[in-house]
């Protein structure tokens, strides 16, 4: 089993940057691993992935603002987050898959305003 805790969090203005963190119990290395979010009164929508062999894929509305990575040393992965707009405003979960194996982390707020 592993266990998925996100950081990073918080209250930034319209433009700013936040990086969050997702560190797990164990080993990441054979994990598919992503970002999804999800806004007060809206579905949980994915926003980044990247996978064992470190293929990346961004949502349309996140391409060119956030970088997804990863460090299998540290058990780590992380989302970049650049030119945030309020749109951004959502709790952030991080997901880690292996085959029929999903799990989650609790989220971390996320808020963009002046």
């Known amino acids: 089993q592993v266990q998925l805790v996100e950081s990073g969090g918080g209250l930034v203005q319209p433009g700013g940057s936040l990086r969050l963190s997702c560190a797990a119990s164990?080993?990441?290395?054979?994990?598919?691993l992503g970002w999804y979010r999800q806004a007060p009164g809206k579905q949980r929508e994915w926003v980044a992935s990247i996978t064992s062999g470190s293929k990346i894929t961004y949502a349309d509305s996140e391409q060119g603002r956030f970088t997804i990575s990863r460090d299998n040393g540290k058990n780590t992965m992380y989302l970049q987050m650049n030119s945030l707009k309020p749109d951004d405003t959502a709790v952030y979960y991080c997901?880690?898959?292996?085959?029929?194996?999903?799990?989650w982390g609790q989220g971390t707020q996320v808020t963009v305003s002046s």
């Open positions: 164990g080993s990441i290395t054979l994990y598919a």
């Open positions: 997901n880690a898959r292996r085959g029929v194996l999903t799990y």
